[in-house]
């Protein structure tokens, strides 16, 4: 079927289409709105082709010119913010509000990234020599991206990847694909050919592009599940690999907070997005004794903040994005249910698309599965806590340890509390904040890696030590 807009590959900086192709299906309607092409086996090898041809030109050139092409990037986007924005809710489901916000931190994170640079340390600087240490970058690098938040995610790995010098070929989920797709089309004009190809495929594409040897290193953002393939594949050839993966966020509130006051940016912490977010709040403890004020408040938000069509301007709160993702989660609500759980419900949702009203489960057993499992959508187990220790230990039994929060008036305890909780990020009284400088490395099988900050920035580089004499 032809929808009007033909959406490319861009591969060797030129658009690339293919004869068959995957639907794309707006998560509101359930109705397929566009198609893009399934790339076949050649069609990676050719993309891995003319990322290998683009490189060494790529290397060399200086440091400031790439960050030039980063900024131009960033200028691309801003232009295109409207149109990709509004594509951005037809595809992925968000109201036109936060998938601006998206755009606009994508093209926030190359201008950003744009100004880091990769350091040569010296290490030692005696009368007899110096050992300096460079970072050089590691070859052709395979992104691949998930669909909650398709655009930001991808900026992340293509930002720090081109600036330390790197090509790369990127393939986003197939249920979000029209964005990245139309990234690669308008960074044609920002950057030499090859330097970024942008593949779209079904379910074989990932894999496919894990074992191909052409690659150096593979940047992932995706469920656990997929990540420890990802890493078994990888193996392989001894690939480079970043894992950023899922996560079953606690925060925590103590009594002193001013339920009032915090309650409406906890609930979002957990909801943006409908709770769609790696780093959401998804196990929220609350301190007994402001339990069911903030219990109450976070309802009486769910009955308010209207959940619909992303189209729509009084949409606060999308659909789930996809059929699969509804399904499970719809298959936890159903299941909390059938154990007794109690269960507070948002306000009503349309009947067709993959709406859930935004749900609150009243303290379950720690070992609920709303508990135990990353839910990745909108049901937000509450659970009582009455004691530091015990809150500390609850909030670190998770294989997970990507992000958490602590809301307390008295920072130094939320400090502490935060020292101790196993995540590698911690917001005290505040959450969902990410800076291209700051660090995201998700601990224990979150993660493998680190994305952003210098550190993030040199897992696109490997280190060489030179040894240099001085003269005797
Ligand atoms: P997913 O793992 O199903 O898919 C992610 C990407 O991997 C998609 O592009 C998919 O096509 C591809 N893929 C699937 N199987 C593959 C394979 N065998 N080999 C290579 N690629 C493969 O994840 P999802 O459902 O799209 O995303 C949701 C998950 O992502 C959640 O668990 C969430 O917490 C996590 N996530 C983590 C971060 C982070 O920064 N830590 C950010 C966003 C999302």
């Known amino acids: 079927m032809s929808f009007g807009v033909d959406y490319t590959m861009t591969i060797g900086g030129v658009p690339v289409s293919s004869p068959r192709k995957i639907d794309v299906i707006n998560p509101a309607t359930e109705q397929v709105f566009a198609s893009v092409p399934d790339a076949t086996a050649e069609d990676l090898d050719r993309a891995v082709e003319a990322a290998q041809r683009a490189l060494p030109g790529w290397r060399a050139t200086p440091h400031a010119e790439r960050a030039q092409a980063l900024r131009r990037a960033a200028e691309l986007l801003e232009a295109h913010a409207d149109e990709l924005a509004e594509l951005f809710t037809k595809e992925q489901g968000r109201p036109f509000e936060g998938a601006k916000q998206e755009i606009l931190g994508a093209s926030f994170w190359f201008r950003l990234t ?10 030692e600087d005696t009368p007899a020599r110096r050992v300096e240490v460079h970072h050089e970058p590691l070859g ?10 398709p655009v930001l995610l991808a900026a ?16 986003p989920s197939p249920f979000t694909p029209l964005c990245t797709l139309r990234l690669g089309e308008l960074l044609r004009e920002a950057l030499p050919a090859g330097v970024l190809n942008v593949i779209s495929g079904g379910d074989a594409l990932g894999p496919m592009m894990t074992s191909h040897a052409g690659f150096a290193k593979i940047s992932f953002t995706g469920s656990t599940a997929t990540g420890k393939r990802v890493m078994a594949s990888a193996a392989q050839d001894l690939k480079r690999i970043t894992l950023e993966l899922g996560g079953n966020d606690a925060a925590i509130v103590f009594g002193d ?27 929220l403890f609350i301190h007994d004794s402001i339990y069911d004020a903030m219990r109450e408040r976070l309802h009486a938000l769910a009955k308010q903040l209207k959940v619909g069509d992303g189209a ?22 159903d299941e909390a249910k059938a154990e007794g ?35 990745f959508g909108p049901v937000l187990p509450l659970l009582r806590f009455s004691d530091v220790d015990e809150v500390v230990a609850r909030a670190n039994d998770t294989e997970y340890g990507l992000a958490g929060a602590v809301w307390s008036k008295n920072v130094d305890l939320a400090v502490e509390v935060a020292k101790r909780l196993d995540t590698g990020t911690v917001w005290i ?23 952003n900050g210098l550190a993030g920035l040199l897992e696109y580089t490997q280190p060489k030590s030179i040894f240099i004499p001085k003269a005797a």
């Not at 992340?156 to 010098?165: D, H, M, N, R, Y």
């Not at 729509?312 to 609500?333: C, E, K, T």
């Not at 948002?346 to 067709?352: E, N, S």
């Not at 009284?429 to 994305?451: D, R, Y």
């Open 341 to 375: 759980l109690t269960l507070l419900e948002g306000g009503a949702v349309p009947d067709r698309g993959y709406f859930i009203p935004l749900t609150l489960v009243d303290n379950p057993p720690d070992t609920a599965r709303v508990v135990v499992e990353e839910a």
């Open 257 to 283: 907070v001013d339920v009032a006051q915090v309650a409406e940016q906890i609930f979002f912490g957990a909801f943006h997005n409908t709770a769609q977010v790696c780093v959401a709040t998804k196990r």
């Open 140 to 149: 052709v690098v395979c992104a691949i991206v998930p669909w909650n938040f």
């Open 114 to 123: 744009a100004k880091m640079t990769v350091p040569v340390e010296i290490v």
């Open 429 to 451: 009284n505040q959450n969902l904040q990410s800076t291209p400088m700051i660090p995201l490395a998700g601990h224990k099988q979150s993660g493998f890696g680190v994305e």
């Open 312 to 333: 729509d301007p009084a949409s606060v709160f999308g659909p789930l994005q996809n059929a699969p993702q509804y399904r499970r989660v719809r298959a936890m609500i």
């Open 156 to 171: 992340w790995k293509i930002a720090p990847a081109l600036l330390t010098g790197n090509t790369m070929v990127l393939k």
